[in-house]
C-alpha cells in the first residue's frame, strides 16, 4: 500500500479576534481541500486557548469533510473513562473524522503549580491513562487496578465508530518514544527539526521490535511553522521569541519562511526521515493575515503536494 502524505493546518494559541473569524477559517479549510485541521491543548493560562474537547465537537457540527485532533491533549490532567466517552461521543457524531492525539503535557505549562499536579507521576499516570482509554474503546467490559486508577466492569457505549480509532502519541523523550511504541497507532512531534524528527521516529521503531507491536509507516507526523514572506517581518520575530521561552536556541531552525517551494522543500526534508503527516501552523499577525496565509497554502501548497507525492 502506497505511502500517504497528508497535509493538514494547525493553531497554538487562538489567534483570532472573536468566533466569527475562527468559523471563516474552519470553512476555508473545510472547502480548500486541507486533511485536518490540530490545535494545542492548555487548560489554565493568560494566552487564549481554546479547550480541545469542546472545539472538536463544535468543529464536527460545523463540517462534512475535515478531519481534526488535538496536538497533543494533556491526559495527566484528565480523568481517564470521561475522556474514552468524550472521544467515542465525537467520533461517533462525526463518523470517524476525530484524529486523537496524546501526551503527558508540558513540563513548562503553567498547569502543574496551579492545578497541583505532581509532575514526578505525570508519566506513570499517563500511561494508565492510555491503557484504560484503550481498552474502553475495544473491550466490552475493562476492570483495571492501578496505581492511580481502578476500574471494574466499566463499559463505555457506543463504541467509536472507527473500528480501530488512532491513538497518535506526542513527544520526544525516551519516555514518549517507549509510550508511543506501547500505545500508539502514529507519533506526532511538537517543535523538531528534520534530524530531530529523524531520531525520534528511529527510536520508536527500534522500540517497536521490543514490544512486537506495529505502526504504519506513514503515521509519523510533525509540526512545522510556515509563513509566506520574509525572515524580517514582525510576525516572526514574536514568534521567535515564544520559541525561545519553550527552550528552542535557533527558533529560525524550525520554520519555513519564503514561498510555496520553500515549504515543499521543507517538507521534503521531514520525508526523507520517515515523517508523512504534516501540520503546517501559519504565521500571521491578524485575522486577515492569517486568513490570507492560509488560503495561500490552499492554493500553492497544497496541490502541488498532491502533484509530488501522489497517493491512490
Excluded at 24 to 46: F, H, K, P, T, Y
Excluded at 169 to 179: F, K
Excluded at 213 to 240: Q, T
Amino acid at each position: 500500500m502506497p505511502k500517504r502524505v497528508s497535509v493538514g493546518l494547525g493553531i497554538m494559541e487562538f489567534p483570532f479576534s472573536d468566533a466569527q473569524a475562527f468559523w471563516r477559517w474552519i470553512d476555508m479549510c473545510e472547502a480548500g481541500g486541507v486533511d485536518s485541521v490540530w490545535q494545542n491543548d492548555r487548560l489554565v493560562g493568560a494566552a487564549p486557548v481554546l479547550e480541545s474537547l469542546t472545539a472538536m465537537a463544535a468543529i464536527a457540527g460545523r463540517t462534512r469533510r475535515l478531519k481534526f485532533g488535538m496536538n497533543v491533549l494533556s491526559v495527566a490532567f484528565r480523568e481517564p473513562v470521561l475522556l474514552a466517552k468524550q472521544c467515542a461521543t465525537i467520533d461517533l457524531l462525526s463518523e470517524g473524522r476525530l484524529l486523537p492525539a496524546f501526551g503527558i503535557g508540558s513540563p513548562i505549562g503553567a498547569e502543574w503549580k496551579a492545578l497541583h499536579v505532581d509532575e514526578k507521576t505525570r508519566g506513570a499516570k499517563s500511561d494508565e491513562t492510555l491503557e484504560i482509554i484503550r481498552r474502553l474503546w475495544t473491550e466490552p467490559s475493562v476492570d483495571f487496578s492501578g496505581r492511580f486508577f481502578q476500574l471494574s466492569g466499566a463499559t463505555i457505549m457506543p463504541k467509536p465508530v472507527q473500528r480501530e480509532l488512532p491513538m497518535w502519541i506526542g513527544g520526544s523523550s525516551d519516555a514518549a518514544i517507549r509510550r508511543t511504541a506501547r500505545y500508539g497507532t502514529g507519533w506526532q512531534s511538537g517543535a523538531e527539526t528534520p534530524a530531530e524528527a529523524g531520531k525520534v521516529i528511529a527510536g520508536i521503531k527500534a522500540a517497536l521490535k521490543e514490544t512486537g507491536r506495529s505502526i504504519d509507516e506513514d503515521h509519523y507526523g510533525v509540526n512545522v511553522a510556515v509563513r509566506f514572506g520574509k525572515p524580517d517581518d514582525p510576525v516572526i520575530a514574536r514568534a521567535m521569541e515564544m520559541y525561545r521561552r519553550f527552550g528552542r536556541q535557533n527558533p529560525m531552525e524550525y520554520f519555513a519562511v519564503g514561498d510555496a517551494t520553500t515549504i515543499l522543500e521543507r517538507i521534503n526534508d521531514y520525508l526523507a526521515v520517515g515523517a508523512y503527516k504534516f501540520v503546517l501552523r501559519p504565521l500571521a499577525a491578524d485575522d486577515d493575515d492569517l486568513l490570507a496565509q492560509t488560503q495561500r497554502i490552499i492554493d500553492e501548497v497544497l496541490p502541488a503536494a498532491a502533484a509530488r507525492w501522489p497517493h491512490s
